[in-house]
């Protein structure tokens, strides 16, 4: 048995979702974290406030969304 905790891959602003889904938006200081739907082969976006300050977790991964190919 290993204690290891799964890595977590966090996702940046201009990066290209690897999975379509429901992530978690992580701003720096200015608001609070929501979630936004990221379609795979999309950019991350970047926030106006925080502009790169933003960090991406995969928090719901969804097998089909219209428009996957």
């Not at 979630?35 to 991350?44: I, S």
Request: proline share 7%.
């Amino acid at each position: 048995m290993s204690d290891e905790q799964p890595q977590i891959e966090v996702f940046k602003p201009e990066q290209v979702a690897k999975r379509s889904g429901i992530y978690r938006a992580d701003h720096r200081r200015h608001r609070e974290a929501q979630e936004v739907t990221v379609l795979a082969g999309e950019r991350f976006p970047s926030c106006p406030g925080c502009t790169y300050g933003v960090n991406y977790t995969l928090i719901h991964p969804a097998a089909y969304i219209y428009g996957n190919t």
